[in-house]
């Protein structure tokens, strides 16, 4: 079956820009998560979403947010970019969220903010 | 709250040798654990995950783990590494209702010919 895909692979914005991006997880799965990496920072939690409810949400400004749909596909927008914005958007799928069942990640979205 | 910390950002080891990556947890509740690996340019793909069925797991491409509850620990191994187990690998920790992975900073694995 296919994987979680992510679109789109890299992408570069400017400073006070803002930024969509999308997450299609696993068939059947219902649960996605987002994830920051930066070199700094490391793995850090965004948020995590379950048919369309957000369950749990990290350490983030507001300037960050997302939302799913009924479909299960998730999108994170960022607006008002900043340089420390610059990092690997990684989306996580998972059939209900849990720690038993795990969490596939996608391949995830480069983003490059200059 | 949960947290890793995993012991050496950086471990080299030549082919053929002993793999040992170190991680230690804390959690307030019975952990979940997981090993990822990521290779460069790529997402994280699940080596191994521990689940309280068995204390010994085995993983994928030779890698097993050892949950040791009295040392909060959940270190990686594999017998003989291979070249192509060249990359970054992180331990993470869940549990509870928060529905997210805690994860600890890093360790990139080299292998040398």
């Known amino acids: 079956k296919a994987g979680v895909t992510q679109t789109p692979r890299y992408l570069i914005k400017t400073r006070g820009q803002q930024v969509t991006l999308s997450c299609s997880p696993i068939?059947?799965?219902?649960?996605v998560s987002w994830y920051q990496q930066t070199p700094g920072q490391g793995l850090q939690f965004l948020f995590e979403?379950?048919?369309?409810?957000?369950?749990n949400k990290g350490n983030f400004p507001g300037r960050f947010s997302g939302r799913q749909f009924s479909n299960s596909r998730s999108e994170m927008n960022v607006s008002t970019l900043e340089l420390g914005d610059s990092a690997l958007y990684l989306c996580?799928?998972?059939?209900?969220?849990?720690?038993?069942?795990?969490?596939?990640f996608g391949s995830g979205t480069r983003l490059t903010v200059v | 709250a949960q947290s890793v910390t995993q012991l050496g950002s950086h471990v080299s080891v030549s082919e053929g040798a002993l793999v040992l990556l170190r991680c230690n947890y804390s959690?307030?509740?019975?952990?979940?654990l997981f090993w990822y690996v990521q290779y460069p340019n790529q997402g994280l793909q699940l080596l191994l995950k521990?689940?309280?069925?068995?204390?010994l797991v085995k993983g994928i491409n030779g890698f097993e783990a050892e949950f040791k509850k009295s040392e909060t620990s959940f270190h990686l191994t594999k017998p003989s590494a291979h070249m192509s187990d060249a990359a970054e690998y992180f331990c993470?920790?869940?549990?509870?209702?928060?529905?997210?992975?805690?994860f600890g900073k890093g360790t990139l694995l080299t292998v040398n010919p």
């Open positions: 521990y689940t309280s069925a068995a204390t």
């Open positions: 993470a920790v869940s549990g509870g209702s928060n529905y997210k992975l805690t």
């Open positions: 979403y379950f048919s369309e409810t957000q369950r």
């Open positions: 068939s059947g799965h219902r649960s």
């Open positions: 959690s307030s509740v019975p952990p979940y």
């Open positions: 996580a799928s998972s059939l209900d969220g849990s720690s038993n069942y795990g969490y596939t």
